[in-house]
């Protein structure tokens, strides 16, 4: 399956290596010809303001939302969950309100700004070492969103039908279990 990695900024290369290893076929979506090119689409953490202006400045955002209604699944890590987002909360930068969460940006304070914690997966027993780094906080959680982890009390991981979000960065590690449930639920979709 053709998977694209959105590359206008964050840490895509360390997506398309976690696909590679997966035997997929990873695409760099920089343009709509390569947004078209894809089944699945991966927004990478970073830096969400600067990849919500790039979005803007290349007319990514309307692309990338008509092909999510033409049912594309989505999965966001870290910044790429907060563009996701309906609502940033005190933010007036690009958002893409495909899944219906307030997210609240560096939302763990500066001390703590990146720890790891071992959290639980849907899809498997063994814990998953999850990195945080500057992470948002999920504070509301409303229409058919599904939260599908927590770490101390706060949602972490949660999805819809057709969008996957955590606000740690699973492609930093060598673990493939998130990029493989997101895969599972394109290969659902599609099937
Ligand atoms: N703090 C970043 C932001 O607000 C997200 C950090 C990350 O992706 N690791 O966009």
Redesign the pocket.
């Known amino acids: 399956m053709k998977v694209g990695v959105l590359a206008l900024q964050?840490d895509f290369r360390e997506h398309i290596s976690i696909l590679k290893k997966l035997k997929l076929t990873p695409i760099e979506v920089r343009t709509k010809e390569e947004l078209d090119n894809v089944k699945a689409l991966i927004i990478p953490?970073?830096?969400?303001?600067t990849i919500g202006k790039l979005l803007k400045k290349y007319q990514l955002d309307k692309e990338i939302k008509k092909r999510y209604k033409k049912g594309m699944p989505i999965y966001g890590?870290?910044?790429?969950a907060?563009v996701l987002a309906k609502e940033i909360i005190d933010s007036d930068q690009l958002n893409l309100d495909l899944i219906d969460v307030s997210i609240e940006?560096?939302a763990y304070g500066r001390q703590a700004d990146s720890f790891e914690a071992d959290i639980s997966l849907p899809n498997s027993k063994k814990p998953f070492h999850a990195i945080f780094?500057?992470?948002?906080k999920i504070k509301q959680i409303r229409n058919g969103v599904k939260i599908l982890s927590k770490h101390k009390k706060e949602p972490i991981l949660a999805r819809t039908d057709n969008i996957l979000i955590s606000t740690f960065?699973p492609e930093l590690t060598e673990d493939t279990r998130i990029h493989e449930y997101f895969i599972q639920m394109a290969k659902d979709k599609y099937n």
């Open positions: 964050g953490g970073g830096e969400s303001t890590t870290c910044a790429g907060i940006r560096n780094i500057r992470a948002p960065h």
